[in-house]
């Protein structure tokens, strides 16, 4: 099979370029290695479904129905709407005349020629350029027991549990442990995080940081920091299902937890040792990740690489991003996006409520020589935020940081309900020179989370 585009991986960026080529009349093919990844890790097993396992949780927290109950009916309605937008996405692409999909594993022949193997066959495909969008799968750790642990899960495995968890052990507690954890407890399960690093949000403004720690052991999560984990043994009893004794070191302690699941949440590594890249002249690094250039181009010039496979910043939103670089490519147009443009990126933690932040911390920016103003508040403090006390979410703190000589925004943490939509906000102002006098002066709907800088900003010091 001959194309104008090959494109590997049904993720975001490569789903779009596929379909924008597409559309352009180009031969396009696409392959995915797995059925039930039509659209992409944030769409099967990521941003979608953990988000909708969060809304539950919390639907739960209202009602109070029985933890195992409402788990089930979680998971239902989850499974409910992945499959419908993996439905949506590959009906998408088949509509497209010139777009053709594939199931199946690709491997390179040569740079240009790509096998893709399934049991239906063996499919050769010829294709001027190529996009690999393989996105990235959940990292292990070399501790003794865990590999064959029957009950030690990745996040996109638990996410298709039925049975809810009594006892869920995290090994991680960065974003996808500390998710996790939140959405788990939620639920009625009795959830231990165990992190190696001395603290867990160490990035973030430490006063937040240290509210949402409190937060989540007021909802009953353990999470101990410094814990070393050193061996995990599978206890099997007739009758029972097997459970998992986690052993690790804390302050030279010997210390262990039971648990019936474990969620290994310790990284990701880039999708690329079956794609034999070796042979189509692209370089890796040594965690496997596709080095790429400031147009995602790879070290072959035909070839490019969009997303998490490229081992940069794990978010659908860069994904998509990526495309719009590459598709610049592929069009000819005078002046290319490029990676280096991007500015003010946000990221958001989705613990209930939310914990958003974007560009730099107080320390960050005293660090970086600015002489800086900060405004900073708890949410229950700020009177003006009718929105939280109508949905009954006053937890949470916002605070934003400003260069004092040019009034510009330098970053800001928004923990507080919807603040995964609010600190668009602050990204759209601090990319376009937007002031924090202008934002603070602005006309906000109401009653809206957003009128928060009406307030907030006032108490610029």
């Not at 495995?157 to 500390?178: M, T």
């Not at 800086?372 to 109508?390: D, E, G, K």
Request: aromatic letters at 4%.
């Amino acid at each position: 099979m001959g194309a104008d585009l090959l494109v590997i991986g049904f993720g975001k960026g490569g789903k779009t370029l596929a379909a924008d080529v597409g559309r352009a009349g180009q031969r396009v093919i696409l392959v995915e290695q797995d059925a039930q990844m039509f659209g992409g890790t944030c769409i099967n097993t990521g941003c979608v479904p953990t988000k909708s396992m969060v809304h539950q949780g919390e639907k739960n927290v209202a009602t109070r129905l029985p933890g195992e109950l409402a788990y089930a009916a979680a998971i239902a309605a989850t499974e409910r709407l992945t499959a419908g937008l993996r439905s949506a996405n590959l009906a998408a692409l088949e509509g497209i005349p010139s777009v053709t999909v594939l199931i199946g594993t690709a491997a390179f022949l040569d740079p240009n020629t790509v096998q893709v193997r399934s049991d239906a066959g063996t499919v050769t495909v010829s294709a001027r350029q190529i996009v690999i969008g393989t996105g990235a799968r959940a990292g292990t750790a070399d501790i003794p027991g865990l590999a064959h642990c029957p009950v030690a899960v990745t996040n996109d495995r638990l996410l298709h549990q039925a049975a809810r968890p009594e006892r869920l052990v995290i090994l991680g507690g960065g974003f996808i442990g500390l998710e996790f954890a939140s959405m788990y407890a939620a639920f009625g399960c009795a959830v231990t995080v165990l992190e190696r690093h001395p603290a867990v949000l160490a990035g973030e403004e430490p006063e937040i940081a240290d509210m949402a720690r409190s937060l989540l052991a007021a909802r009953g999560v353990e999470i101990h920091t410094g814990a070393d984990v050193v061996d995990v043994q599978t206890i099997l009893r007739p009758g029972a299902a097997p459970v998992a004794r986690v052993q690790y070191l804390r302050d030279g302690r010997s210390v262990s937890v039971d648990a019936d699941t474990i969620l290994v949440a310790l990284g990701r590594t880039p999708n690329t040792a079956a794609l034999r890249l070796d042979r189509a002249g692209v370089e890796t690094t040594n965690t496997g990740a596709i080095v790429v250039d400031d147009h995602r181009r790879t070290s072959a010039p035909h070839i490019f690489a969009v997303g998490d496979v490229t081992g940069g910043p794990q978010f659908t939103y860069i994904s998509l991003d990526d495309y719009r670089i590459v598709a610049d490519q592929l069009s000819g147009i005078a002046e290319p996006r490029r990676a280096s443009q991007r500015t003010a990126v946000p990221v958001c933690l989705f613990l209930a409520p939310p914990l958003a932040r974007v560009g730099l911390t107080e320390s960050q920016a005293r660090s970086a020589g600015y002489d800086v103003l900060v405004a900073a508040s708890p949410v229950a403090n700020l009177a003006t935020v009718a929105r939280a006390r109508i949905v009954e979410q006053t937890d949470g703190m916002m605070k934003v940081v400003v260069d004092a000589a040019t009034d510009k925004i330098l970053g800001a943490t928004l923990w507080c309900h919807d603040a995964h939509e609010v600190i668009n906000i602050v990204t759209l102002a601090m990319r376009h020179g937007i002031t924090a006098r202008a934002l603070r002066d602005e006309i906000y709907t109401h009653p809206s989370m957003s009128e928060c800088f009406n307030q907030l900003l006032g108490l610029l010091a």
